[in-house]
């Protein structure tokens, strides 16, 4: 089931549109006790900008209907079937009810949806250190992979894989993750400082913070050396 809409998005518009749309979207956040984030994404996922009606107060929650008699609306009403009222029509029309809640969620932002790629690709490599571990040079997996009877005979394949290969692969993948999370965390960083001043705050200061936890993993913010010499130092160099 969707998620219940959180009074305070209509909240956060109606400070703003009071302030003459002036206000600042951090004092909002800091007033209904959400993130500034939260706010941004508020602002343009209900198109804020685009709230055009002369009373705008009335037009986030207390939708009144004309004084009785009053024919102003005859004939502009909206068309038969329109779903004007209903900001994502189109997809509520074709996709599952789960796929239309998780949309509305989505971040507008181009930023913002950069930066949730980002946290997906850091959090892969972080679940990897245990999916992938290590014991030591004595831990060997072995894996039945196949079985086949036969009239006469049995025939069964295993996968036997010792420390060494299974650490291997690790680096591997693990290298590969983090050149793609190196590749966005660039790409991040370009798109906000081209943004620079429409950034707020928080996008700013979510690059430095990463770099400081990527740094962990790699080193000192140093480059995972080459695959061959990082085998060659674990397992010598006749292996």
């Given at each position: 089931?969707p ?14 549109l009071?302030?003459g749309?002036k206000?600042q ?9 959400v993130?500034?984030?939260?706010i941004?994404?508020w602002?343009?996922?209900?198109k ?5 009606l ?11 209907g004309?004084?009785a008699?009053n ?10 079937q329109?779903?004007n009222a209903?900001?994502?029509g189109f997809?509520s ?8 809640s ?16 980002v946290?997906?690709?850091y959090?892969?490599?972080?679940r ?15 894996t039945?992979?196949g079985?086949?009877d ?20 690790f680096?591997?993948a693990q290298?590969?993750a ?6 966005l ?20 200061a ?6 400081a ?10 480059e ?5 010499e ?10």
């Amino acid at each position: 089931m969707p998620r219940p809409r959180s009074p305070n998005r209509d909240k956060a518009l109606q400070l703003w549109l009071d302030s003459g749309r002036k206000r600042q979207l951090k004092d909002i956040a800091a007033e209904l006790q959400v993130s500034e984030e939260q706010i941004r994404k508020w602002k343009n996922q209900d198109k804020w900008d685009k709230v055009t009606l002369p009373n705008a107060k009335g037009n986030v929650t207390n939708h009144k209907g004309a004084p009785a008699g009053n024919q102003n609306a005859v004939g502009h009403g909206a068309p038969k079937q329109n779903k004007n009222a209903e900001k994502y029509g189109f997809f509520s029309k074709y996709l599952p009810e789960e796929t239309v809640s998780i949309i509305q969620e989505m971040p507008t932002d181009p930023l913002d949806i950069l930066w949730d790629q980002v946290q997906i690709a850091y959090a892969a490599i972080i679940r990897a250190q245990s999916i992938m571990y290590v014991r030591d040079q004595k831990d060997v997996t072995i894996t039945k992979i196949g079985h086949k009877d036969g009239e006469t005979v049995t025939e069964e394949r295993w996968e036997v894989q010792q420390a060494w290969d299974k650490q291997g692969n690790f680096l591997q993948a693990q290298a590969r993750a983090q050149k793609t999370l190196e590749g966005l965390i660039k790409q991040y960083d370009e798109l906000l400082h081209k943004n620079w001043e429409l950034a707020s705050e928080e996008q700013k200061a979510r690059i430095a913070q990463l770099r400081a936890q990527t740094d962990k993993l790699t080193g000192n913010n140093q480059e995972l050396e080459d695959m061959e010499e990082i085998e060659g130092d674990i397992y010598g160099s006749g292996k």
